[in-house]
Nanobody, 122 residues
Framework: QVQLVESGGGLVQAGGSLRLSCAAS????????MGWFLQAPGKQRELVAT???????????NYADSVKGRFTISRDNAKNTVYLEINSLKPEDTAVYYC????????????WGQGTQVTVSS
């Protein structure tokens, strides 16, 4: 089993920055790519950033169009941690942010963190 624990959320003013962290533990070898999702109030959860598996020689990242240029996903394999840096925060970025990991054996996002709240004030 894999456990994911997010941290770094909070209340921030518009224009500010945050760095979210997601620490993985447990069956690390079963983890493939990882991603960050957000769920804004009253909306469906959406995938905003992904990063390839630690097995690859170099990290490849992908972003939803809505966050390109402001969100940066990265990983520190030595710490089993994935980060999401968010710059130029907007009130519409207010959401619960979830870290998730792909199970190598199923190809699905089977592992989820509990989520961390980000609230952006105007």
């Amino acid at each position: 089993q894999v456990q994911l624990v997010e941290s770094g959320g909070g209340l921030v003013q518009a224009g500010g920055s945050l760095r979210l962290s997601c620490a993985a533990s447990g069956s690390i070898r079963s983890i493939g790519a990882m991603g960050w999702f957000l769920q804004a109030p009253g909306k469906q959860r959406e995938l905003v950033a992904t990063i390839t598996s630690s097995d690859t020689s170099s990290d490849m990242t992908n972003y939803a169009d809505s966050v390109k240029g402001r969100f940066t996903i990265s990983r520190d394999n030595a710490k089993n941690t994935v980060y999401l840096e968010i710059n130029s925060l907007k009130p519409e970025d207010t959401a619960v942010y979830y870290c998730a990991a792909v199970n190598k054996y199923t190809g699905r996002y089977d592992y989820w963190g509990q989520g961390t709240q980000v609230t952006v004030s105007s």
